[in-house]
């Protein structure tokens, strides 16, 4: 098999599985490309039907046929293009060639989705030829997964995910679609995909001007002021929210009494909540941010304020567009998790790495950094899934996953509380958690 679109299969119906090739592969595309700006096909290769440029979902589609005809993305700051290349790779002679005059044409917000054949059916292809069983040029470049990644590094790009999807043809062997889809998510078995989808980001360094720190704040009265004496000066313009949710024991009143006296280091705004919990605050924080990062710090100062000078520097550096918290790395101080609350961390952090082809170490840490536009984008994700994360975490990792963002964690170490006490249910929480990453295996994974 060359692209969706070539090659015959005995007593099958070419356009059937053509269709359903492309199908497979248009909905792990548009899962992306639909919260995308613009989409592009570059390359096509010769038998490419096209079909897959027309299932994909985008706002704004087109094709260009050779990287001078690519658009200059450049300029794009808030924008975000993906560029399919669509089996292409399979017959390139320099690879890495083409990804060095392709990163020249792209922004950082600017994506590649790559569709690469398994390298490892390359006897399947020159068989399937040789007994008539195909037709249409057979594969010359077989990309492993490492290959791949010492190309992409040399290149200036990086792997944020790979997906691999189109998996052996049970349909032709009489096996149900459902059994197919289950079949594509457990581990080795799915690994004998005819195709993998990678998203490969440019490694991009930039300044963006300015930050809003979030800090949602319930019973939190004694670490209010310590969060903002421990603040860093990040050398940028620094915005800082509180949002204070039902306390009792006079939290808002201090927050209005620190705001006032901090006034001169930093722009701080204060509101209440009218919702419950920490993902609502955090809505509410990031709904009246005004600078173009995005990046929250629980009021409790388990993670040490004075760490928000990596995330910031993280991000600039281009190391990549969602900087995520990880608290798993170093020993904890003290009483700072109970054991159960870090088995579910251990647990989760697993789980999602499972569900969404990308690693995290951490999925609960509440310091996370991304940008406004991404944001946005995250919300129309949101609205379309659904809204279960008490936390806000999983909603954050979840459509950043899914839209090729790229993902780092940051260790950090975990400190124990010097006041208050945990806001967390561990096993009401827990079951709305388990409850997302089901739901995310259905929707998202198979």
Known sequence: MDEPGSGEFPNVK???????LNTVLAAKISAMTRYYDQFIQLMPREHDSGLLFTLVEARAKSIAATVDDLPDLTHQGEERTAILINGTLNHHFDIQGLLQDLKNKLSRTS???LVLYNPYFRWLYYLANRLGLRKGEVPKTFVTHVGLQNLAKLAGFE????QPTVHLPWRLLGIGELLNRCLSVVPIVRSFGLAALVVLRPVI????GGITCVIPARNEKGNIEEALRRFPDLGCRTEIVFVEGHST????EEIQRVAEAHQHRFRIKTYQQTGKGKADAVRLGFQHATEPLLTILDADLTMPPEMLGRFYTAYCEGRGDFINGSRLLYPMEGDAMRFLNLLGNVFFAKALSWVLDVAISDSLCGTKLMT?????RMRLWRADFGDFD??????LLFPAATLGLGIVDLPIRYLSRTYGSTNISRFQHGFQLFRMTLIGLFRVKM
């Open 159 to 162: 792997i944020v995910r790979v």
């Open 390 to 395: 008490p936390f806000g975490d999983f909603e």
């Open 205 to 208: 360094a930039s300044q963006p």
């Open 14 to 20: 070419r356009t059937q599985w053509n269709a359903y």
């Open 372 to 376: 406004c536009h991404d944001y946005e």
């Open 249 to 252: 024991d006079g939290t808002w």
């Open 111 to 113: 994506r590649l989705v």
